[in-house]
């Protein structure tokens, strides 16, 4: 992106000017464009490459949803963990050195957060929001060209070490508690959930409302779906600058033409702190590189979502192909595979399943998630502008969060009372936006 928001707003015509105008067509864009349009609003949804491309974390990855994984990355422990891992070049964690103030101040406040309290608090909200995504998916997916693309068959939690399971043994009674369905497997009935695949782990839970959408499947169908509602959605649009009158964005221009909307949204991912600065608003968000492997579904392979714990390894299988994802990579906005990572996540997968075939023909792709230091994302509106909001920052469980996301952000945008407080998802907590 390139351009600024001082340029004058009246410089040539505008292309359109919907009640709406979401930047960005991945999941977090998607379903804000889609309870904005149920409402009522005119709505133009744009991507800077192809709708569910690549470019997308919304296309690659594994698609978890669920209550599954409603821990955010900044918990007690993690910083000495992460030094650990920094010394191995196939660790799931790393950060590439390089002189960034942004990054700085990105994990400083991360380390920040590292503490009981704070993580207690953040897995509350996240929690909450996996709930109400997950109801939301099941209404949606009801409908019949989405019901193939959204799975709940369970979720198999797998640890390697005993003091990792054990651990996880002694927080079941809290989160059942807390309304996500945990419980402890027996070794013969993991073998019943799964009895064509060989487990080398110290033991497993089970989370019956483990969930996962098919992707890119469930992002082109939404999409289709959106169009027939009457949503625009234009693929290859990247935006250069804005216009601005005062505290309004006036106009947005694209390399598909100027438009002139009521509202802007920003839901562009990891791209959306470069989005924001050309509006001069500094937010705190840094891209992760994940890595996804997609392989044939191999003989002994799992029939269901299984997550490899202490690895920080998801496995998924989708039909005749296993895909499996992981890493965090802070490296800005650097897309390019590094085959170590890759090779790093092949060796934590048959570390926990060492009879599984992987086949050497493989599809990798990676992808930028877009990660806050308290990972909860960036919701509402920014106070500098009358007619800027935000949907960003949903890091590495954005398919999980981002639907209920969208509905708060139309909530908003029709001047009703949202169904969660926004004061923790605004874009100052971290300082001045």
Not at 214 to 231: K, Q
Not at 283 to 293: D, N, W
Not at 301 to 307: H, K
Not at 309 to 324: C, N, Y
Request: hydrophobic share 45%; net charge positive; proline share 7%.
């Amino acid at each position: 992106m390139n351009g600024s928001a001082t340029n004058p707003p009246d410089a040539g015509p505008a292309r359109r000017d919907p009640d709406v105008l979401v930047l960005g067509a991945g999941i977090a864009g998607l379903f804000c464009a889609y309870f904005l349009r149920r409402g009522g609003a005119s709505v133009t949804v744009l991507d800077r490459g192809p709708v569910g491309g690549p470019q997308t974390c919304s296309s690659g990855n594994t698609g978890f949803v669920g209550t599954q994984g409603a821990a955010p990355l900044a918990e007690p422990g993690v910083l000495a963990q992460g030094l650990r891992w920094l010394a191995s070049s196939r660790s799931p964690f790393s950060v590439k050195p390089r002189p960034s103030a942004e990054l700085a101040s990105w994990l400083w406040q991360f380390r920040r957060r590292c503490n009981e309290a704070d993580a207690r608090a953040c897995f509350g909200l996240l929690l909450e929001m996996k709930r109400r995504s997950l109801d939301i998916l099941r209404e949606v997916c009801a409908e019949p060209d989405l019901a193939g693309s959204f799975l709940m068959p369970g979720m198999v939690v797998a640890f390697k070490t005993a003091q990792g399971f054990d651990k996880a043994c002694r927080s079941v009674p809290q989160a059942v508690a807390r309304g996500v369905p945990l419980r402890v497997l027996g070794t013969a009935e993991l073998r019943e959930l799964e009895p064509d695949t060989d487990f080398d782990i110290s033991g497993a839970l089970f989370n019956a409302e483990g969930a996962a959408l098919r992707v890119p499947e469930f992002v082109l169908a939404f999409a289709a779906m959106l169009a027939d509602l009457g949503v625009e959605i234009v693929g290859d649009a990247e935006v250069t600058g804005f216009g601005v009158a005062g505290s309004r964005i006036e106009r947005v221009r694209t390399a598909h033409g100027d438009f002139a909307p009521g509202e802007v949204v920003v839901a562009t991912g990891a791209w959306s702190a470069r989005c924001a600065r050309l509006l001069g608003v500094r937010l705190l968000l840094q891209a992760a590189k994940g890595y996804a492997i997609t392989v044939p579904a191999p003989p002994a392979g799992p029939r269901l979502p299984v997550l490899l714990s202490e690895g920080k390894v998801a496995l998924m299988p989708l039909g005749d192909r296993l895909r499996f994802g992981g890493t965090l990579e802070l490296a800005g906005l650097d897309t390019s595979v590094a085959q170590r990572r890759v090779d790093g996540i092949v060796a934590t997968v048959r570390s926990y399943l060492p009879g599984l075939e992987i086949s050497p023909t493989r599809q990798v792709w990676s992808g930028l998630r877009p990660c806050t230091p308290d990972s909860l994302p960036f919701l509402g509106r920014v106070t500098r502008y009358q007619n800027l909001s935000l949907a960003c920052g949903h890091g590495y469980i954005g398919m999980g969060l981002a639907p209920v996301g969208g509905r708060m952000i139309a909530q908003v945008l029709a001047g009703e009372q949202p169904e969660m407080d926004l004061a923790p998802f605004r874009a100052d907590r971290f300082g001045r936006a």
